[in-house]
């Protein structure tokens, strides 16, 4: 259950008005919350007006139930109720302090007269919604500060009002027994134990919704929640993104995606996180920070070498609709409407892996391994004297310097493809004629092998180039359509060497990468001698 609009509400240094509680009201039903509680209707004239506009104004689903809060005190009792006339369905929310602390230093009370505060408040609720028939009506009972209070004693005030409320009454009319960790003041085991031991003594636990109510004063109010599910209750009233009092509520948008990531169905929809977020923030005033559980702008974001390197790898082997199993990121972004755009960004802590998938991602260049090594180096350097993160533009500004444009050390332009033709020689045979400039001048090379490949490799052996091997792969340029990038690799007598070329024809393409992978190898004094 959501308590923004109440429990959050009260929290903020600014007030929502009704028409941002409208709003906020209105994209928690769109969310999937069933039951929501609205108001504290009779703390302000603002809070008792928006009850009354959510009914009167025809704003409440036929199956969504709203819920308001009172003290035990008469005429806030009255007033509540009026605050709710007409509704087809509600909740009505009692609390009073049961904890040692509290009865002594507070209220100046007794365990008898704070037993005899909870049942007379009770009765009374009683007498008022069995006058009104026309709504449904349910009872929640919050022994306030029961995470601070001997168990025997909540037992007790939680038994006596169940007695009152549920006497006559069928079993469908459940009473709610919220249970609170008012103040948090112990670990989250501890609170678990306390709601288990009541799950197993009370009365009427069969009629029972048992609740929990967490707030998150040691920062272990995530925990608790799931720990206290576990140990028997049925339902958590918390804030989105952990909104309340002090350090706040149960953050309901965390213990909603951590039950989604162990498979079991929260029954609320934050497929589209950011829109949430965004509401959120505007009305509450207050940001969601950039290392909030599922929801910062950072969660999903690796800088680090080791760890962008698992993701993407995990990424490479990901298939559509299978299980989910990426390193390091325990929830498909996309299952919340985040891109994948933002997983890797680089800066001086990144390794070739970050670098590779953004030059990747946004320019669908797949780098082999050893180009990744040599190019990370390079981005490393631009890394290290800015200080700054590296986007991907930069990476391909990087890539294109190193690649792409002529060496310092070429500036002669050893091998510069001038034109080429193919042709078949016979059936089996295709012939391949290229027109270079080799170390400054000017020569025709003619090759035939099996194919272009066999006849490309060919014609490097030809020009004395002791190729073992030589391969290349062709990718797509996403950003200009025609045109792709050749990433050619070879190994000759000197080792190994890549080249790229970017050009509209494909066998062109092919055959000035290779040159440029081994125009690489060529010393810098045999080019100068050669010009």
Not at 202 to 223: E, F, Y
Not at 274 to 298: C, K, M, S, T
Not at 507 to 529: H, L, M, R, Y
Request: charge should be negative; proline fraction near 5%.
């Amino acid at each position: 259950m959501s308590t923004d609009l109440r429990d959050g509400n009260q929290s903020l240094i600014e007030p929502m008005s009704i028409a941002q509680k409208l709003r906020f009201f209105k994209m928690l039903v769109q969310i999937g919350f069933r039951e929501i509680e609205v108001a504290f209707p009779s703390a302000s004239d603002t809070e008792f007006q928006f009850v009354r506009e959510l009914i009167s104004g025809g704003h409440i689903p036929d199956d969504v139930t709203i819920e308001v809060l009172t003290q035990a005190r008469e005429d806030l009792i009255r007033r509540t109720i009026d605050a709710v006339e007409g509704a087809k369905s509600v909740i009505v929310h009692l609390y009073n302090p049961v904890s040692p602390s509290f009865r002594r230093i507070v209220f100046g009370k007794s365990r008898a007269e704070i037993l005899a505060l909870a049942s007379t408040g009770t009765q009374l609720i009683r007498e008022l919604t069995d006058a009104r028939p026309a709504t449904s009506w349910r009872y929640e009972y919050s022994p306030e500060t029961f995470s601070m209070a001997e168990l025997d004693f909540s037992l007790e005030v939680c038994d006596a009002v169940s007695d009152i409320w549920c006497a006559d009454r069928h079993s469908e009319t459940d009473i709610i027994i919220n249970l609170p960790a008012t103040v948090e003041v112990s670990t989250p085991n501890v609170y678990a134990d306390q709601i288990e031991w009541m799950h197993r003594h009370l009365k009427r636990r069969a009629q029972t919704v048992l609740s929990v109510h967490p707030h998150n004063d040691r920062g272990t109010g995530i925990a608790a929640a799931e720990l206290a599910l576990m140990a028997g209750a049925d339902r958590v009233e918390g804030c989105l993104f952990g909104n309340g009092e002090r350090t706040g509520n149960v953050d309901i948008v965390t213990l909603a995606l951590n039950l989604y990531t162990q498979g079991i169905v929260p029954g609320l929809d934050f497929s589209d996180i950011d829109a949430v977020r965004a509401v959120v923030e505007g009305i509450n005033r207050i940001q969601v920070h950039p290392r909030h559980p599922y929801a910062g702008d950072l969660v999903h974001t690796a800088f680090s070498g080791s760890h962008q390197d698992a993701i993407r790898k995990g990424f490479a082997q990901q298939q559509p609709d299978q299980f989910w199993e990426v390193p390091y990121l325990p929830i498909d972004p996309q299952d919340i409407g985040r891109s994948y755009d933002a997983v890797i960004r680089v800066n001086s802590q990144s390794g070739k892996g970050g670098m590779s998938y953004l030059l990747e991602q946004a320019y669908g260049i797949s780098l082999p391994r050893r180009m990744q090594i040599a190019l990370s180096r390079e981005v490393q350097k631009v890394a290290d004297a800015t200080g700054a993160e590296v986007s991907a533009d930069t990476v391909f500004q990087v890539f294109s310097q190193v690649y792409l444009q002529t060496p310092h050390h070429l500036a002669y332009q050893a091998h510069q493809v001038l034109d080429h033709r193919t042709s078949p020689s016979d059936a089996a045979q295709l012939s391949l004629r290229t027109d270079l400039l080799l170390h400054g001048q000017p020569r025709a090379v003619i090759a035939a092998g099996s194919g272009f490949h066999d006849a490309c490799q060919q014609m490097l052996n030809n020009l004395g180039f002791k190729v073992q091997s030589a391969q290349w792969t062709v990718m797509p340029d996403k950003n200009a359509h025609g045109k792709v990038y050749v990433i050619a690799e070879i190994h000759t007598d000197q080792g190994f060497a890549c080249g790229v070329a970017h050009h509209q024809d494909t066998e062109a393409a092919a055959i000035s990468a290779v040159f440029a992978a081994v125009s690489a190898q060529i010393p810098q004094p045999e080019i100068q001698a050669a010009a």
